[in-house]
């Protein structure tokens, strides 16, 4: 059974049709990836970003807490202070 040369051609039209389109397919699907790429690299950066702030976060956590000491120190101090001044007004009184 012979094919004839107009069917063979319509087959050669459909199967470079077929080409065209899986190229471009191949196009495509290497844009999305280098998409994915991208987005891959950009996450990766977001997290290193992320890691950096969460790190100066505890410096100044540790800062702050230290700051505090010394104001509550500073504050008792004071207040002895005045007490102190207090009591020995009291006594001159007496």
């Known amino acids: 059974m012979e094919i004839g040369e107009e069917r063979i051609s319509k087959l050669e039209g459909g199967m470079s049709k077929l080409e065209g389109v899986v190229s ?4 495509r699907l290497d844009d999305m990836n280098k998409r ?10 977001l997290g290193e970003e992320i890691s950096n702030l969460r790190g100066e976060m505890g410096d100044l956590r540790r800062e702050m807490a230290a700051n505090f000491r010394w104001t509550v120190a500073l504050i008792f101090g004071m207040w002895v202070t005045i007490m102190g001044g207090i009591g020995g007004l009291i006594t001159l009184v007496k």
């Open 24 to 27: 471009q397919m191949d196009k």
């Open 36 to 45: 994915f790429d991208d987005m891959n690299k950009r996450l990766n950066h």
